[in-house]
């Protein structure tokens, strides 16, 4: 490839000085230019007005994040870089993005509205929801926190907007639909965030934990995920719906965790449990003095190999997997009480057990 180029250049060269002779007399009579007059448009479309009024009051809100790492390979430590993106939700400087843009880091730098880079630290996180809060540690003049609508009551073929940084690309403004509403996201072990927007709003690398607005320019979303062979936007992306987000931000500030609700039992692996062809929760262990050893909950007996109990629904519905009730645990939440339908023996019974959070 270096060759061909070179070669063309010398070739060009060649013409350019056999033909100089040509060219300079062709510019003697070339005729007098200008440059062309601009033609007036009229005023932007009604739509168009909107989007961009949307964007101007929004983009102040969102956040660019810069992390460095240290990553320990064969060679010793070496530094590692990400980059993500957030949105203030405060005037005291708390910004929200996703878990898993700020993990593990060691130094966390925000950028807002195209300044200066700002020092944050990370004080919450909540793998379990993909959340996390970082703050400023110097706060700029005229924080606009992203104002916040709701998302129970979205509906398929609503108009939404991203805007985040992706490949590193700041303030980037996508447009979409709502495609589908209640997906599920993976995020720990056994656990999955339930009520899941999906959109087909591009979506990439470096959008994660930026905003998803309705068409008032209010919060309705945390861009998060995209379902993709390639890691680019495939028009599937995922965002964590605010009621949610609504509900752990202000827990992240507090106590720099999220409760995790649970009646203290550990369950068996779900792929164990689907091998061997049952459904429902099967208890591996059920921890002394906690809600579930209260109602006197049976654990599988790993020297006879006497099954226990099993739950297999959750205030009325159907409990197929450990997901379906870990999620109806985190809708009920912390301080309520369940019922839960328990099978053992053939015979079902249901009792009624406080939820805890398991951090406490």
Do not use: C
Not at 35 to 64: H, I, K, M, N, Y
Not at 160 to 183: E, K, M
């Amino acid at each position: 490839m270096k060759l061909w180029r070179l070669n063309l250049v010398v070739v060009a060269v060649g013409m350019a000085l056999g033909a100089y002779g040509l060219v300079s007399n062709a510019a003697e009579s070339r005729p007098a230019a200008a440059s062309r007059s601009v033609v007036p448009r009229g005023p932007l479309l009604a739509d168009e007005q909107t989007v961009v009024s949307l964007f101007e009051r929004s983009a102040p809100s969102v956040a660019a994040i810069t992390t460095e790492t240290v990553q320990q390979s064969f060679w010793g430590a070496e530094l590692g870089q990400g980059a993500g993106s957030g949105f203030v939700w405060d005037e005291a400087g708390h910004v929200v993005t996703n878990h898993h843009v700020v993990e593990g880091v060691r130094r966390v730098k925000v950028q807002l509205n195209a300044g200066k880079p700002i020092e944050a630290v990370v004080i919450g996180q909540a793998p379990e929801y993909d959340l996390a809060v970082i703050k400023l540690t110097t706060l700029p003049r005229g924080l606009r926190p992203v104002p916040l609508g709701s998302s129970r009551d979205l509906r398929i073929g609503q108009t939404v907007y991203a805007i985040g940084n992706p490949f590193g690309l700041q303030r980037t403004l996508t447009r979409g639909l709502v495609s589908a509403l209640d997906r599920e996201l993976p995020t720990t072990d056994y656990r999955e965030v339930a009520g899941v927007i999906q959109t087909d709003a591009a979506i990439n690398p470096g959008n994660s934990g930026g905003p998803l607005l309705d068409s008032a320019g209010r919060l309705v979303g945390v861009n998060s995920a995209i379902r993709s062979a390639s890691g680019s936007s495939s028009g599937i992306g995922f965002a964590i719906p605010v009621d949610l987000v609504n509900r752990v931000v202000p827990s992240l500030i507090q106590r720099g965790h999220a409760p995790l609700p649970g009646i203290g039992i550990t369950p068996v692996r779900p792929d164990l449990v689907a091998r061997a062809g049952l459904h429902g929760v099967v208890l591996a262990e059920v921890g002394r003095s906690t809600p579930a050893a209260r109602v006197g909950l049976v654990p599988f007996n790993h020297r006879s190999g006497e099954l226990g109990d099993v739950i297999v629904a959750v205030n009325g519905r159907a409990v197929d997997a450990l997901s379906d009730f870990v999620n109806e645990m985190d809708r009920v939440g912390v301080g309520k009480t369940i019922e839960l339908t328990v099978r053992r023996d053939g015979h079902e019974r249901k009792v009624r057990v406080p939820i805890i959070d398991l951090r406490e």
